[in-house]
Nanobody, 122 residues
Framework: VQLQASGGGSVQAGGSLRLSCAAS????????MGWFRQAPGKEREFVAS????????TYADSVKGRFTISRDNAKNTVYLQMNSLKPEDTAVYYC????????????????WGQGTQVTVSR
């Protein structure tokens, strides 16, 4: 599975961005998908996930109520709508695909995109 993330950019605090992650696999619907991020000098952290079956979602506490993950299986794409962005959201955002459970852990993901930079200024 090849993943291509896009949609990053620079915004002011309070602004919005929508990240997209296009997958090459025809079996996209069989994978649960996740978004992770890594800020400079910090470890990669879980942001959000959406399951393959019923599309149940999970969010990190730091983004709950501001970010929304969704997927369009017909387009083999997962999205991350980010609203009310804060400077602390600045990071490289990665999408990932998993055919396992416990989606908050990055080691349970088998395929990763190349990352897209999000920069939020004050």
């Amino acid at each position: 599975v090849q993943l291509q993330a896009s949609g990053g950019g620079s915004v002011q605090a309070g602004g919005s961005l929508r990240l997209s992650c296009a997958a090459s696999a025809r079996t996209f619907s069989r994978y649960s998908m996740g978004w992770f991020r890594q800020a400079p000098g910090k470890e990669r952290e879980f942001v959000a996930s959406i399951s393959r079956a019923i599309g149940s979602t999970t969010y990190a506490d730091s983004v709950k109520g501001r970010f929304t993950i969704s997927r369009d299986n017909a387009k083999n794409t997962v999205y991350l709508q980010m609203n009310s962005l804060k400077p602390e959201d600045t990071a490289v955002y990665y999408c990932a695909a998993s055919d396992r459970g416990y989606l908050v852990v990055d080691t349970n993901y088998d395929y990763w995109g190349q990352g897209t930079q999000v920069t939020v200024s004050r």
